[in-house]
């Protein structure tokens, strides 16, 4: 039973451009958690979906970021027009319902913008 | 300021105990986690607990809750090299984790 899966583990993009990162949940997950980890800092919440709904962004940026989770295929987190501040460790976890004890995490895509 | 608390590093000596602190602010927090991650790694559950719980014991980790306080802490009993990571305190929200700064545990010989 594969672990929550998120590739690339590492990407590089230049100012300007688009930077897509995926997450495939657990078996059996059907509820997915984004969180955003800058340099020497905890991890913030970003978004939280459900198969087709996202259930609250509160913790998106405004403008550029964007997630989804559609009904076949991985959990997307699309950054567009990249900036510096957008250099990032950004992590997925999931779990099979929101009130479970237990959140499991992938090991994240470092992203650096040049 | 910040939910989640905790002091920056710590070093210990090997075959030590280690003791991590931190402090939460939401008191309707149900779970209080433990993650450990180690360089260019992603998080890993250590242990949890349940809030209405005031210790919890599992192997060399040892958590105790103090509720009235808003302070928990992680007990690492004979702190071995493989240790050495950063250590998030967490708590749990609705379905959100809010994370302190993390805990640079560093094991010397």
């Known amino acids: 039973n594969a672990g929550v899966m998120q590739n690339p583990r590492h990407l590089v993009r230049r100012r300007g451009q688009e930077a897509r990162l995926r997450c495939s949940p657990m078996?059996?997950?059907?509820?997915v958690y984004w969180y955003r980890q800058l340099p020497e800092e905890g991890l913030k919440f970003m978004v939280y979906?459900?198969?087709?709904?996202?259930?609250?962004e509160s913790g998106m940026p405004k403008e550029r970021f964007s997630a989804e989770f559609p009904k076949e295929g991985p959990s997307i987190l699309r950054i567009q027009q990249v900036v510096r501040g957008d250099s990032a460790a950004y992590f997925c976890?999931?779990?099979?319902?929101?009130?479970?004890?237990?959140?499991?995490f992938g090991s994240g895509t470092r992203l650096t913008v040049v | 300021g910040e939910d989640v608390e905790q002091s920056l590093f710590l070093s210990v000596r090997e075959g030590d105990s280690s003791v991590i602190n931190c402090t939460y602010t939401?008191?309707?927090?149900?779970?209080l986690y433990w993650y450990k991650q180690e360089p260019g790694a992603g998080l890993q559950l250590l242990t949890y607990?349940?809030?209405?719980?005031d210790m919890k014991q599992d192997q060399r980790l040892t958590v105790l809750l103090n509720k009235k306080d808003k302070h928990l802490s992680l007990r690492i009993a004979d702190t071995q090299t493989g240790d050495s990571a950063i250590y998030f305190c967490?708590?749990?929200?609705?379905?959100?984790?809010?994370f302190g700064a993390g805990t640079t545990v560093t094991v010397r010989a």
């Open positions: 976890a999931s779990s099979p319902e929101s009130e479970t004890y237990g959140y499991t």
């Open positions: 078996k059996g997950h059907s509820h």
């Open positions: 979906l459900q198969k087709e709904n996202i259930i609250d």
């Open positions: 939401d008191s309707s927090s149900t779970y």
């Open positions: 607990i349940f809030s209405n719980m």
């Open positions: 967490a708590q749990k929200g609705d379905y959100k984790l809010s």
